[in-house]
């Protein structure tokens, strides 16, 4: 039926609200958008970590070292850098001095993308729009140094 708004006559009834999904990824292969070619590496002490986003969605990256947290999460500027290489150094690193890190140890490091931005549904408490990609995990043994 037509609806005049102009004389407040309308129930919210009278609309119907179609939700949409759309995919996070940057190609058809990663629709979830997971961190692509993830890479751990040790120099002087500490793991570094190289990955590409794949991710249309995210407002940034956490790392984890066996399931857990270990370093605030990475921000980045752009949610739209699909195939960008990123190689975070200083806070994002794990230094070998951290607990439990001691040479001959295999690690499971993983990254994955989030955003901050969660959208919520009045009527739907259960319909969230946050985001988190899957993780993308690299094993990785410590290794001794000399300096």
Not at 29 to 55: C, K, W, Y
Request: with cysteine.
């Amino acid at each position: 039926r037509d609806i005049d708004v102009t004389d407040n006559s309308w129930d919210a009834k009278d609309f119907t609200l179609e939700l949409a999904q759309t995919t996070c990824g940057c190609a058809s292969a990663n629709e979830n958008g997971a961190p692509a070619n993830f890479t751990v590496t040790q120099h002087l002490g500490r793991i570094f970590f190289s990955f590409e986003d794949a991710s249309q969605c995210e407002s940034g990256f956490v790392f984890q070292r066996d399931g857990a947290s270990f370093t605030s999460a990475y921000d980045v500027t752009s949610g739209q850098a699909c195939g960008r290489q990123h190689r975070p150094e200083n806070f994002y690193d794990d230094v070998l001095a951290s607990e439990g890190l001691v040479v001959g140890n295999v690690h499971e490091y993983c990254v994955y993308a989030y955003s901050r931005n969660t959208i919520s549904w009045a009527q739907e408490e259960d319909l969230s729009a946050s985001y988190e990609s899957d993780p993308t995990c690299a094993t990785y043994r410590i290794q001794w140094e000399a300096k």
